[in-house]
């Protein structure tokens, strides 16, 4: 068990990916925190095989959200030792040229800005650590 013990939070952690990654990290031994903007019962499946999570609603593209997440993971496990960030947003399909450049830019706040969020909310903890 590659994780045992580790503190590890993923966002993004609704269907697809994101939830994959909460289930893998369970398996191999974390304690998973488990975000999205709307948290999902992987949290139940999680504990139900034997593992340990918490659910924490965050929206990465909100700075209090992402240092709130961070916060609930050393309150809960005073220790972060690993992030995944999994969330994402897809604008509409259609050429670049018609596209809404509010939701262009909303899909980089969220995969690329959210990450940048995300890390600066663990960084400082995990340096420390």
Not at 24 to 34: D, P
Request: net charge negative; hydrophobic share 45%; proline share 2%.
């Amino acid at each position: 068990m590659i994780l045992k013990d580790k503190v590890v939070i993923i966002t993004g952690a609704g269907p697809g990916m994101g939830q994959a990654t909460c289930r893998g990290a369970a398996a191999e031994g974390a304690k998973v925190v488990v975000s999205a903007r709307s948290v999902e019962a992987i949290v139940a499946d999680i504990k139900a095989q034997g593992g340990d999570a918490i659910a924490v609603r965050c929206d990465v593209s909100k700075t209090e959200d992402c240092n709130a997440l961070a916060k609930a993971a050393l309150d809960t496990w005073g220790r972060i030792d690993g992030m995944v960030h999994s969330a994402y947003y897809h604008p509409d399909w259609m050429n670049l040229e018609a596209h809404s450049i509010d939701q262009l830019t909303t899909a980089f706040d969220v995969i690329a800005t959210g990450g940048l969020r995300m890390a600066q909310a663990v960084i400082p903890t995990m340096k420390a650590q």
